[in-house]
């Protein structure tokens, strides 16, 4: 019954998918596996599938996740810049951590903001689901921001965020893109140790 209701979910996902959200599904894969080997190309991938989840996401209703896509084009140049600019240099980029008073400020500020803007949105739009749409946008530009960065930790703000991405794709019907992000849940923890690899070779790294 299980495999059953898992190829039909496979075949649905065929079914509703277009071809835009394909590509720019695949080139959403490419960005986090280029991004977990630190290869500056993943921000071209980046610039170009958020390019198409704009007009995707905009178009069923998601209003926030399609304002977020603006705002990941612009961390996709900002991105490729901090990288480029501190790539084989006395000032390299090197992969950091947050001290927790910073997480705790963090989530205090994105939960403010969940609650502020999903209230707005159901009072004064037709969104879906204003406050995890609220809660994934806001977790994203804060975790996208420490991608940029080299933060650490960033792929454990994923695995939230993109877990709680899952119910909301599925909920507009973008099967393809749900199933894109169970596959990023996995691939973050993979993500992480990753970098915590790297993270411990570093010298002058307290480990």
């Not at 991938?45 to 390019?51: D, G, Q, R």
């Not at 689901?129 to 792929?155: H, Q």
Request: proline share 1%; aromatic share 20%.
């Amino acid at each position: 019954m299980v495999e059953k209701n898992l190829s039909a979910a496979v075949i649905e996902a065929y079914q509703a998918m277009s071809w835009w959200e394909l590509l720019a599904v695949v080139l959403a894969l490419a960005y986090l596996l280029l991004a977990m080997k630190e290869h500056i190309s993943c921000w071209y991938a980046a610039f170009i599938s958020t390019s198409i989840y704009v007009f995707l996401f905009w178009d069923v209703n998601l209003l926030m996740e399609s304002a977020l896509q603006i705002y990941y084009l612009a961390m996709a140049v900002y991105g490729w810049w901090q990288w480029r600019h501190h790539q084989n240099s006395a000032q390299d980029l090197a992969i950091h951590r947050w001290s927790l008073k910073t997480h705790g400020l963090v989530w205090f500020a994105l939960c403010g903001l969940t609650l502020g803007s999903g209230y707005w949105l159901q009072q004064s739009t037709q969104a879906a689901l204003p406050y995890l749409d609220s809660f994934t946008t806001w977790g994203a530009v804060i975790t996208t921001y420490m991608v940029a960065r080299k933060v650490l930790e960033n792929w454990l703000y994923w695995i939230i965020i993109d877990g709680a991405s899952v119910y909301l794709y599925i909920d507009r019907e973008l099967y393809l893109t749900a199933i894109l992000f169970v596959l990023y849940v996995v691939l973050v923890v993979f993500g992480f140790f990753q970098w915590y690899a790297i993270y411990k070779q570093q010298p002058n790294t307290v480990k």
